[in-house]
């Protein structure tokens, strides 16, 4: 495998690799490249360094999260995702049956979808939240399942403050990754902390030093 500079038609490097490839992706930002040899093993190149390395030793299903640098695949009974690729070694499991087939973004969320049988029939869906918002923990009545004649198809929630937090910092547009942090830190410490880099960021604005009292010592 040679990467290719389109714009100047010059050869960056080489990764090799002992088995065909029968799947590969970049990201939306083009920095990191994922894909899949026939032995169903995944892997991850860094487009910078050329670095490679396997994140998966068995993978039936991969894919990047619509609009973002998230990564979900499926290994056996696991579901894996990788809410910061630049970190493979930190990934989020969940057991799950059936084989995972999808990953869409519905109305702002972002669902990872799931059949139990052969024959996929789009008949129902239930909305597991799989990583709990801070802000909507999960209640007994939200894990539900619903069976229809024999065909179930099931949705697990992604967390999409994750989503949103590791997008902002790609974009590079910190002030949107700290106006999530705002929302879901309730630490004392970690919000002044915050305060005050939201002034650093902001030079050209006041202070609020109202914020930085309230969140001491309340």
């Known amino acids: 495998m040679h990467p290719v500079d389109l714009t100047y038609g010059l050869t960056l490097g080489q990764v090799t690799h002992d088995s065909r490839i029968d799947w590969l992706e970049l990201n939306e930002t ?5 894909f899949r040899d026939k032995r169903l093993r995944l892997m991850l190149v860094s487009v910078a360094s050329l670095n490679k390395s396997t994140i998966l030793n068995y993978s039936t299903f991969v894919q990047w999260v619509p609009g973002s640098d998230v990564v979900v695949a499926q290994s056996r009974e696991q579901l894996c995702v990788w809410y910061n690729i630049d970190t493979p070694e930190r990934v989020t499991t969940f057991h799950i049956k059936g084989e995972v087939t999808d990953v869409e973004r519905v109305d702002g969320r972002t669902e990872v979808e799931k059949n139990t049988n052969q024959t996929p029939k789009p008949i129902h869906r239930n909305h597991y939240p799989l990583f709990p918002s801070p802000r909507h923990p999960i209640t007994p009545s939200l894990l539900q399942v619903i069976v229809q004649d024999g065909v179930q198809e ?3 929630a992604l967390d999409e403050g994750l989503i949103e937090f590791g997008t902002a910092i790609d974009d590079g547009d910190y002030l949107r990754a700290m106006n ?3 929302d879901v830190i309730s630490d004392a410490w970690s919000r002044t902390v915050l305060g005050v880099s939201q002034a650093v ?3 050209h604005k006041t202070f609020n030093y109202g914020f930085l009292v309230e969140t001491v010592f309340n």
């Open 30 to 34: 083009g920095s990191q490249l994922l």
């Open 154 to 156: 099931l949705s697990y």
């Open 180 to 182: 999530y942090l705002e």
């Open 201 to 203: 960021m902001q030079p």
